[in-house]
């Protein structure tokens, strides 16, 4: 009997030290394509530039979030990482520029996900606010001012403020079904939303005090 139980504790041992080793080998491999991804915009000298001195950077850095995402990369361990390192660097306080780059990653994330699904057709009416909607989640966040003050009715366009908010709630609540409950996926998702939807009501703010 006695002997029994030494041998499940060495197999248990021998499970745990796996399992650690696999750990360890996925936290490495998380900070790697994260390394990765930051490789073009990150100069190992100074403290880092944001945005970066060089355009062509960021499209690079896009391109390697589309490549990665392809391939399965930028799993849970993934956006933990990120968040990991996101939390520490505003802590820190002294190193802006990495804050922004993270959260930049975070958002080309979102933005690469949320664009895979398409709602503006229903038959073959294609509804303008969730197109409108669509555009927003497939641009750089510098041009949604842009975009808003052009799409909406309280700007040039003819999206209603009430209709976008509408499809933007529509589209985290379909985001919340899609994605596992408390997950760093469903996070980061629902928060690049929220952050269309509150740039919305800035917007709607700021023109509704134009004289």
Same mark, same amino acid.
């Given at each position: ?20 080793? *696999? ?35 960021? *499209? ?77 989640? *497939? ?73």
């Amino acid at each position: 009997m006695q002997k029994d139980y030494e041998e499940l504790a060495t197999s248990v041992m021998s499970i745990v030290d796996c399992l650690v080793h *696999k750990t360890h080998e996925k936290i490495e491999s998380a900070t790697d394509v994260l390394k990765g991804i930051l490789k073009p915009v990150v100069d190992e000298v100074e403290e880092i530039p944001w945005p970066p001195s060089d355009p062509e950077a960021l *499209k690079l850095m896009e391109k390697e979030i589309m490549q990665r995402e392809q391939e399965g990369q930028l799993d849970e361990g993934f956006l933990s990482e990120v968040n990991a390192q996101l939390r520490q660097a505003k802590q820190d306080g002294d190193k802006p520029g990495l804050v922004s780059m993270l959260q930049k990653v975070l958002q080309l994330y979102a933005s690469r996900l949320l664009s895979k699904r398409s709602y503006a057709k229903k038959g073959n009416e294609v509804l303008k606010a969730e197109q409108f909607l669509e555009t927003l989640i *497939k641009a750089p966040e510098e041009e949604w001012n842009k975009l808003l003050l052009d799409g909406l009715t309280v700007g040039k366009g003819e999206i209603s403020p009430e209709e976008l908010d509408a499809v933007v709630k529509k589209r985290i609540e379909r985001t919340l079904i899609r994605t596992e409950g408390g997950s760093y996926q469903q996070r980061v998702l629902t928060e690049y939303l929220k952050g269309i939807e509150s740039r919305a009501e800035e917007i709607v703010q700021f023109l509704s005090n134009q004289p």
